[in-house]
């Protein structure tokens, strides 16, 4: 009906009592069939579930879970989510919470551990029933609320030694060491390394000090004109491998602790004609395909980012549904892979 002068009452989505007519049950089961299904019977949960579809009924998770206080939603926050070495991760995660009926809410923290804090808090006013954290360094305000919400929280960043609860990772600092030493055992003497800007990025930090750690072990000087920090991108790498070669006293290697940056400078001495390894020879950190069809290709280490994911997501789903207690440490590992470049 209409009111004079007045225009007609705005649509209303499905409701309960409409999936419960459909149905031909009382509200109260339809209310149990979504909440607690291992109290109703199968046939009842299929009419329920034909009725939702048929009225075109959304559940209300958040209002659904008051009695829990929680919902069947993990969120996730990565860095970046233009950067497609986070996707394998995501997609491991996703795969796993599918096939268990949670749903994954992901937020991008632009390599800002406020934005972190910002949208930590915005999911866990959401309920979520679960997070995971890409990175292992957080505000205290965020430290304080994750601690305080009782949520379970999956880091995977790096395999730090003091997780706030859960962490599923590779070291960073060991994955760093090992390829370093890998170059010096191939006769290099003066190493190179490239990162991003460390302050406000805990795992270039932490591969810088296991590149440290391997120049101490195989008795080579540590150089800092030899150590450069960049911004990402592919103008980047060609910059720093060209600083990195025309000094007086030239670096003979270069490891670049990020894969576009190995790429850039690939690209480089394609452009300048240097011979690689010829020249100077280049190791990346992480195995983007594109690492393997350069000429030559770049030799790296492989991660094992979507197995981080599918683990993340276990041990989360381990936690939430009573099946694990304690703190969780899983160490993934990583390989390096040896090609031409070097």
């Not at 926050?77 to 950067?83: C, D, G, M, T, W």
């Not at 996703?94 to 390599?111: C, F, P, T, W």
């Not at 030239?250 to 452009?271: N, T, W, Y």
Request: aromatic share 4%; charged share 25%.
């Amino acid at each position: 009906m209409t009111r004079e002068g007045a225009e007609k009452d705005p649509p209303r989505g499905a409701r309960m009592r409409d999936v419960a007519k459909a149905a031909r049950v009382s509200t109260m089961t339809v209310s149990r069939a979504l909440t607690e299904p291992a109290k109703v019977s199968a046939e009842m949960r299929a009419r329920v579930a034909e009725a939702i579809r048929a009225v075109g009924y959304v559940p209300n998770k958040l209002a659904g879970s008051l009695s829990s206080s929680r919902t069947q939603v993990i969120g996730l926050v990565v860095p970046s989510i233009e950067n497609s070495l986070f996707a394998a991760t995501i997609q491991g995660i996703s795969d796993v919470l599918r096939r268990h009926d949670h749903q994954l809410m992901i937020a991008d923290s632009g390599y800002s551990l406020e934005a972190e804090e910002a949208a930590i808090r915005a999911f866990l006013e959401q309920r979520v029933a679960g997070l995971i954290l890409h990175d292992t360094t957080h505000t205290p305000t965020a430290v304080r609320m994750i601690r305080a919400s009782g949520v379970p929280v999956v880091e995977n960043g790096t395999l730090t030694p003091e997780p706030l609860d859960m962490v599923v990772s590779y070291s960073n600092a060991d994955a760093a060491q090992a390829m370093t030493l890998h170059l010096a055992r191939l006769g290099y003497r003066r190493i190179g390394f490239v990162s991003l800007h460390a302050a406000a990025n805990a795992r270039s930090r932490d591969r810088r000090r296991g590149y440290g750690a391997a120049l101490e072990q195989a008795g080579l000087a540590f150089d800092p004109a030899l150590v450069l920090e960049m911004p990402p991108g592919l103008a980047s790498g060609a910059e720093a491998l060209v600083r990195l070669v025309e000094r007086e006293a030239p670096a003979d290697a270069i490891f670049f602790a990020g894969d576009v940056l190995a790429m850039g400078a690939s690209l480089e001495c394609a452009r300048r004609g240097w011979a690689v390894p010829g020249k100077v020879a280049l190791a990346a950190f992480d195995n983007f395909d594109l690492l393997g069809h350069l000429v030559p290709p770049v030799t790296t280490l492989r991660l094992p980012r979507q197995e981080i994911g599918r683990r993340s997501a276990q041990v989360l789903l381990d936690r939430i549904q009573g099946r694990a207690t304690g703190p969780v440490s899983v160490d993934l590992r990583f390989e390096i892979i040896h090609r031409a470049s070097t």
